[in-house]
């Protein structure tokens, strides 16, 4: 089973500055890397897939980077409504496999 | 517009079975398959498998094979989960998540939470 580990687990940001999270696998996953917003209460929602290419009706302040074992989601201006958890999801080999989350909150 | 209605919060007691619906609107059910994933409260997703809705294939977690079943009724567009043996870590939100290619998932269901407790 592939071992997605995110970081850092909390992440302080003021709104209006750049945030940057990170996703490591424990082994490559090429480019077959997700990233979903989750807020209370809510089910989470695709933002990335592919590593880099935004679902529909993301913002563009939002971006994702990387391929093998190394990936970044960035949200390039904290808006009020982007705190919250981000979680990374690998769907390169089965199991398909979670990060444990990054909570953005205020700073 | 894609939708994915989950049924209503359940409470069971250790050792019963749960069975938690998701019905689809919106777009051609056999063209997608049909993750699930939970969350127990306050940790991370945990996906449990999925069904090919076009030809009732399943993939499921390791950890979960011999206690999950998976099925669809392609006439009412609703995927269905049944859990076994239910223990108190079973205890989570469980979600039905519509499958890219077994891959991603692009639209989610609402939760449904599961409480087992004696």
């Known amino acids: 089973e592939i071992v997605m580990t995110q970081s850092p687990a909390t992440l302080s940001v003021s709104p209006g500055e750049r945030a940057t999270l990170s996703c490591r696998a424990s082994?490559?996953?090429?480019?077959?890397l997700a990233w979903y917003q989750q807020k209370p209460g809510q089910a989470p929602r695709l933002l990335i897939y592919?590593?880099?290419t935004r679902a529909i009706g993301i913002p563009a302040r939002f971006s994702g980077s990387g391929s093998g074992t190394e990936f970044t989601l960035s949200i390039s201006s904290l808006q009020s409504e982007d705190f919250a958890v981000y979680y990374c999801?690998?769907?390169?080999?089965?199991?398909?496999?979670f990060g444990q989350g990054t909570k953005v909150e205020i700073k | 517009q894609v939708q994915l209605v989950q049924s209503g919060a359940e409470v069971k007691k250790p050792g019963a079975s749960v069975r938690v619906s998701c019905k689809a609107s919106?777009?051609?059910?056999?063209?997608?398959?049909i993750n699930w994933v939970r969350q127990a409260p306050g940790q991370g997703l945990e996906w449990m498998g999925l069904?090919?809705?076009?030809?009732?294939?399943?993939n499921s977690a390791q950890k979960l094979q011999g206690r999950v079943t998976m099925t669809t009724d392609t006439s009412t567009s609703t995927a269905y989960m049944e859990l076994r043996s239910l223990r108190s870590d079973d205890t989570a939100v469980y979600y039905c998540a519509r499958g890219v290619l077994a891959d991603y998932f692009d639209y989610w269901g609402q939760g449904t939470l599961v409480t087992v407790s004696s």
């Open positions: 082994q490559s996953v090429s480019s077959s």
């Open positions: 919106g777009y051609t059910f056999t063209n997608y398959d």
């Open positions: 999801q690998q769907y390169n080999n089965w199991p398909r496999t």
């Open positions: 592919g590593a880099s």
């Open positions: 069904i090919n809705t076009y030809n009732g294939n399943t």
